[in-house]
């Protein structure tokens, strides 16, 4: 399919060289006008692919005006047309961001070389704007906070779940601001070297947890991952980052809770629905004489010290889970030394209330005995 091509020129000699160029190069000449008004009607009208516009046209505006409307309304890629090398001139049309310049009088080889390179360029530009908007939707709907970050670590856009993070609803609070200053002191070294390792070498971030801080200077713990995109054209960090300080909070909930139950001077055991040993505590280990590493993944018989047979699901499975709760007595030797045990058992459930295995307190009784 021919191009077609819009002659903004006011002189109607190199308009007519134009014409026969066009002709001669296969392309579809839409029509010739003298005036940027005129141009920018026939652009709605005729939709051409390509503007050749002299830069110094009669009339009230331009030919830099005149693209500057084309180019805002339009999205039209033109190519200029003057005689004048003049660096203010010059400099008007780079603010443009025109797809060329050529300097009367033209060749035609030139001509149409120029026509090819803006056409195409302006499709990959299309294809790139096209590309970001869907990023940028893509941003917009994701449900994780989504940060962008440019090659000088600074901050090139983010979505709104990330400006809920930073507790700001203005992205111009966030801008362009370095990213490292909303880490946490105690985790800028470590994190600098990651950020500027990764920008450097065009990797991504394995996942990491920091402390982060809104732009009120709360902190708050954060697991963030990174992978390098194209963005505005340029090659950016994508950080995915997600507040996980109560996840942090319960995990240090839970492991307080583990070490106070290690320290337990009873034993503590939970086995699962298998009769397979999955935590054995410090006191385990003192009425056993057997370290947790030892009996971690071991079965129900490796604690065998009666000299006799031992099931777990006699012993324990189905009369903890008919009754909820079970207690037992054991007795036998230990390292030659006679051991009475008294055993209370429970069913271990998950939050649907599926049962998943069993948990023992095991205390010696055998002073008492």
């Known amino acids: 399919m021919k191009k077609k091509i819009l002659i903004v020129e006011d002189d109607?000699?190199?308009s007519t060289i134009f014409r026969m160029f066009l002709k001669e190069?296969?392309?579809?000449?839409l029509g010739i006008v003298e005036d940027g008004k005129e141009a920018i009607r026939l652009c709605e009208k005729l939709e051409p692919d390509i503007i050749l516009m002299d830069v110094h046209?009669?009339?009230?505006?331009?030919?830099?005006?005149?693209?500057?409307?084309?180019?805002?309304?339009?999205?039209?890629?033109v190519i200029f047309l003057?005689?004048?090398?003049?660096?203010?001139?010059?400099?008007r049309v780079i603010n443009t961001h025109s797809y060329g310049y050529l300097v009367k009088p033209i060749d035609k080889k030139e001509l149409g070389i120029s026509i090819e390179l803006a056409f195409y360029k302006h499709k990959f530009d299309l294809d790139q704007k096209m590309r970001e908007k869907r990023f940028r939707n893509f941003i917009s709907d994701s449900p994780e906070a989504i940060v962008v970050v440019n090659e000088g670590g600074s901050i090139?856009?983010?979505?709104?779940l990330g400006l809920k993070l930073f507790k700001t609803a203005y992205i111009e609070d966030i801008m362009g601001s370095p990213f490292l200053s909303f880490v946490d002191d105690d985790y800028q070294?470590?994190?600098?070297?990651k950020l500027e390792r990764?920008?450097?070498?065009?990797?991504?971030?394995?996942?990491t947890h920091l402390k982060f801080k809104t732009i009120h200077g709360d902190l708050f713990d954060v697991g963030l991952t990174g992978a390098h995109?194209?963005?505005?054209?340029?090659n950016n960090l994508q950080l995915i980052i997600r507040d996980v300080t109560q996840e942090y909070a319960y995990r240090e909930m839970l492991a307080e809770k583990a070490d106070i139950i290690n320290h337990f001077y009873d034993g503590v055991i939970t086995f699962d629905l298998n009769g397979i040993i999955r935590s054995w505590n410090k006191g385990c280990e003192r009425i056993f004489k057997k370290g947790e590493k030892e009996m971690l993944g071991s079965p129900y018989s490796e604690i065998n010290f009666s000299g006799k047979e031992k099931s777990f699901a006699e012993d324990l499975l189905i009369p903890t889970s008919e009754n909820n709760n079970w207690e037992l007595q054991l007795s036998g030797n230990i390292e030659g030394k006679s051991v009475c045990l008294n055993i209370f058992c429970s069913m271990l459930q998950n939050n649907k209330g599926i049962d998943t295995g069993i948990v023992c307190i095991v205390r010696e009784i055998s002073e008492r005995k």
């Open 57 to 77: 046209l009669g009339g009230e505006i331009d030919g830099i005006q005149t693209t500057e409307i084309i180019k805002s309304k339009f999205d039209i890629p």
């Open 198 to 207: 990764s920008i450097e070498m065009g990797k991504g971030i394995e996942y």
């Open 25 to 29: 190069l296969g392309y579809d000449l």
């Open 82 to 91: 003057s005689s004048d090398t003049e660096e203010s001139t010059i400099q």
């Open 189 to 193: 070294n470590e994190f600098k070297e």
């Open 12 to 14: 109607s000699l190199i």
């Open 229 to 234: 995109i194209e963005f505005n054209g340029k």
């Open 156 to 160: 090139e856009y983010l979505n709104c």
